[in-house]
């Protein structure tokens, strides 16, 4: 497979998104989302934010079939990312669109639908607590991390190697979208 592997990002940014829904000493502030387009009838939508005193998380699952939705929990977030994280073949969207939708919905209309491409979007907002470590400066300034990247899940190397080829390949990651002002991961700096 030729197009860049975007498996340890993927992976990083779900640790991360797994440590918001827990232990929450170690940022000050946060907002994040998440949405997971899978290939079948069920996709998942999760959010977070700490506004430096309360706490709200949400997590749904969407029939694609029926529009209903239900709850889940906010936790199992990790279940749906390592799901996702069984894909063959890990790489991320750099095109023109600007939602996760939108992008699975070019993808259709490309005649894309025929690579089963599943979608995993993060988004995410963090303001370290004052006392990490990683700061290096004592109590100011606080570092940020920001995250926006879409990860296109492929079931196997062979159809990554097809879409790479296709009218919509040119929409995947063959180089790195992450230096991009518009899709990136892990981009740190301080406030």
């Known amino acids: 497979m030729s197009l860049q592997n975007y498996r340890d990002t993927f992976v990083r940014c779900l640790a991360t998104l797994r440590s918001l829904t827990s232990a929450r000493d170690e940022y000050a502030w946060f907002r994040w989302q998440a949405i997971y387009l899978t290939r079948d009838r069920f996709s998942y939508f999760f959010r977070g934010d700490l506004d430096g005193v309360k706490v709200r998380f949400l997590g749904q699952q969407i029939d694609l079939t029926t529009g209903a939705t239900s709850s889940v929990p906010i936790r199992s977030i990790a279940l749906y990312g390592a799901t996702f994280g069984l894909n063959e073949a ?3 969207y750099c095109g ?3 939602s996760v ?3 699975a919905h070019a993808f259709s209309e490309k005649g894309a639908a025929d690579y089963q491409a599943e979608f995993f979007y993060v988004r995410m ?3 370290y607590s004052a006392d990490d470590s990683r ?3 004592g109590t100011d300034p606080r570092l940020r991390e920001n995250t926006n990247i879409i990860f296109v899940g492929l079931e196997d190397h062979a159809t990554a190697d097809l879409l790479e080829t296709s009218r919509v390949g040119q ?3 063959t180089d790195r979208p992450v230096a991009s002002s518009e899709w990136y991961a892990e981009r740190y700096y301080y406030h």
């Open 90 to 92: 890990i790489t991320a």
């Open 171 to 173: 929409w995947v990651a």
């Open 135 to 137: 700061t290096g400066f």
């Open 96 to 98: 023109p669109q600007k």
């Open 101 to 103: 939708i939108d992008v």
């Open 125 to 127: 907002r963090l303001l």
